[in-house]
């Protein structure tokens, strides 16, 4: 599904480009289309959902998304290694955020954290929607919220 994602607009002419060219609208449609596709970004009023759609691809690789700016102002950063079974999501929120996560090897035993600034980190409880998919309420501050993904139980 990613590789039909990344291939299936690539380089396709806009009629607002000049000849031989991309303007900035296609391009940034690529780029949300890409966001949206490979890495399962979407933006919902009540949630931000993350599923990423890249296991099988290239799992030793790490897929990285940086800075990505969000419908709120919020900026969103994704780290990614499928073969590893993690992920490191950092998120601007000043408000209070939902998090739904919809990663393949996700389960009510996964360990999910999340820390701001100097505090120390904080395990969020995963909460199973009806759909199979979880997510966490990631709390408001000032500090950016670096949540980490893993697998395993807490502590191994």
Known sequence: EAQRGIS?????LSSGAAEG???SASAGA????????VFGVAEFLDHLEIAPQIAGV?????WQLEGWRL????TLSIT????DRRATIRITAPQRRR????????????????????DRADRLALIQQVDGSFYVDVRGAYEAADIRIASGACGN
Not at 8 to 12: A, N
Not at 58 to 62: K, P, Q, R
């Open 30 to 37: 690529w780029l949300d289309q890409v966001v949206g596709e």
């Open 71 to 74: 419908a709120t102002g919020d």
């Open 80 to 83: 990614y290694r499928p073969a």
């Open 99 to 118: 998090v739904a996560l919809r990663f393949p090897w996700l389960s009510a035993e996964s360990c999910v954290t999340a820390r701001r600034g100097p």
């Open 58 to 62: 290239a799992d030793e690789a790490t």
């Open 21 to 23: 060219g991309v303007s």
């Open 8 to 12: 299936r607009d690539y380089g396709r």
